[in-house]
């Protein structure tokens, strides 16, 4: 089955880099997702990596892929309080639907 | 573009009663999503279509739901006989294209609360 898991909590400090982690089971996973969900809001894509990848970087944004050991994690560099939100990680396989993470509360403290 | 859209973005209502949702993808998206999101936990896949077509749904899906795309461009999404459980944040995403490695963009959600 297909299953991914997120630590639920992270705090940094302003100006901190944050790492966002998460695992995944279904070895088929061909990309893998994050997304930025706000209070009261939709998800919004952050990034995404083709399974092939094992690094992918955009702006502050760094994804790392470990296929062997199916951990994803994001580094978010000098994280800003506008950063504070839930981040899911999600998993696409060869079905059509994403499975999501619980999601990761990063609070930004100043 | 405005990005994907739904309405109402909150819906209050008794049990019992029957709701309906409406979702309208970014235009040229031909894949439409259906999630459900209750607090504390990431959104759940109910179902989705390509065009009009419904081609995947979820066990999470009972008969009290029903989700409709006539035309292939907006769709819908009833809940009949509304219950306490069905309390959450409904959420509508849509991919373009034929493959499915296309990254799906979400609507604000409908938070529905029932009483």
């Known amino acids: 089955g297909e299953d991914v898991e997120q630590s639920l909590f992270l705090s940094v400090r302003e100006g901190d880099s944050s790492v966002i982690n998460c695992t995944y089971t279904?070895?088929?996973?061909?990309?893998l997702y994050w997304y930025k969900q706000e209070p009261g809001a939709g998800l919004q894509l952050l990034t995404y990596?083709?399974?092939?990848?094992d690094m992918k970087q955009d702006q502050r944004l760094t994804v790392l892929l470990n296929k062997k050991d199916k951990h994803l994690s994001l580094r978010i560099a000098d994280t800003q309080t506008g950063d504070s939100a839930i981040y899911f990680c999600?998993?696409?396989?060869?079905?059509?639907?994403?499975?999501f993470g619980p999601g990761t509360r990063l609070s930004v403290l100043p | 573009d405005t990005g994907v859209s739904q309405n109402p973005r909150h819906k209050i209502t008794k049990r019992g009663q029957n709701v309906t949702f409406r979702c309208d993808p970014i235009?040229?998206?031909?894949?439409l999503y259906w999630y459900r999101q209750t607090l504390g936990q990431g959104p759940e896949f109910l179902t989705y279509?390509?065009?009009?077509?419904?081609?995947?749904k979820s066990r999470l899906l009972s008969d009290r739901f029903s989700a409709e795309r006539p035309k292939g461009s907006f769709s819908t999404l009833e809940i009949q006989r509304t219950e306490q459980g069905d309390s959450a944040m409904y959420l509508c995403?849509?991919?373009?294209?034929?493959?499915?490695?296309?990254?799906?963009?979400f609507g604000d959600g409908t938070r529905l609360s029932i009483l």
């Open positions: 279509f390509q065009n009009e077509a419904q081609l995947e």
């Open positions: 990596i083709f399974s092939n990848m």
């Open positions: 999600a998993e696409r396989n060869y079905g059509q639907n994403f499975v």
């Open positions: 279904d070895s088929s996973s061909t990309y």
């Open positions: 235009s040229e998206h031909n894949r």
């Open positions: 995403a849509s991919s373009p294209g034929q493959s499915s490695n296309q990254p799906q963009h």
